[in-house]
């Protein structure tokens, strides 16, 4: 069964299980107490989670897809890791899936892996867990196809799912792992960033006149919300976040009927040159909402700033 299902299930029902493993070592580096931050730059942290998180991530998928191309956030290390980092198993009802015509036939010269093996560092270092995830995205040229978004801390309502969830989404097949929801209409609840605030950000948010605003971390956990209909949109018109914080969740978001764009309403490239820095902001909008017409309210002397 393996090895007739198309690349692209293959990947996901791969990823599935090593973004899986990945959050099995955050939460391991958590217990153990010592996240041995590094500095990258202004506002911009890097844990042992994140380091290992992501040699778990890139490691197994090398070894199961050789020839695709695979960027991650944060340095590679070519130094060995334990053998049970290593994820050589698929998520057999992905496998199991139909795959459109459209996707049948992709190359592995074609595909782009955005990895981000711990989004929602800085809430992670503040003890905000529920805010983290685990982000792979598949990128087909220039577009991304398909995610995985893993909330290694996700509890259910009665509080208990030690081993979290796994959130996936292909375009053209659907989604699954979570029940999507459509935000509730007759009002506006707008989520955008609580640790990389700007003026920008700030008059967006105020022009969209929002029945409520949520300030949560990470571009995984923002698209999540939008998802699950508790929020209707995140507006983000400021520099910072980069391609493998949105590969995944852009993907899960279109198969689910949302978008995300930049604040002008342009969709990203994700082929293999392109910048990392998703240098227009980002707009992502949930099922059934008018994306349009939020990029219409936000100011033009804001969306002037990110052409
Ligand atoms: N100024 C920035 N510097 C570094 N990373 C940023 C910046 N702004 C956004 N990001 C990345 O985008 C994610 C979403 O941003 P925010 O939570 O501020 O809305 C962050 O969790 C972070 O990803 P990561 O945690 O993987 O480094
Ligand atoms: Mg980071
Ligand atoms: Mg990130
Ligand atoms: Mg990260």
Known sequence: MAHSAPLIIRLVASSVRTARRAGDIIRNVMAQGDLRIVEKGKNDYQTEADRSA?????????????????????????????????????????????????????????????????????????????????????AVGDRSVAGIIHQPYYKNEKGANSQGRTLWGIRGIGVGGFEAQVPPSGQRIIVTTRSHRTP??????????????????????????????????YVFPSTGCKRWDTCAPEAVLA?????????NGHEYSYCKDTPYMNSSGVLATGAGQDHEWYIRKIPGAVRDKFV
């Open 200 to 233: 920008e950000v700030h008059d967006a948010v105020e022009a969209l006149q929002p029945a409520k605003v949520m300030y949560v971390g990470g571009a995984g956990h923002k698209v999540i919300l939008l998802l699950e209909g508790k929020a209707h949109a």
């Open 54 to 138: 992501q040699q778990c991530i890139i490691k197994s998928l090398e070894r199961q897809f050789p020839s695709i191309t695979i960027i991650g956030e944060e340095e590679q290390s070519s130094c060995d890791v334990p053998h049970e980092w290593i994820v050589t198993e698929s998520e057999p009802d992905i496998l199991s899936l139909d795959c459109p015509e459209e996707l049948q036939n992709i190359r592995d010269e074609e595909v782009v892996v955005w990895v981000d093996p711990l989004d929602g560092t800085s809430e992670f270092t503040q003890g905000l867990v529920d805010h983290v995830t685990v982000l792979i995205g598949i």
């Open 255 to 263: 198969a689910a009927g949302g978008k995300l764009t930049d604040v």
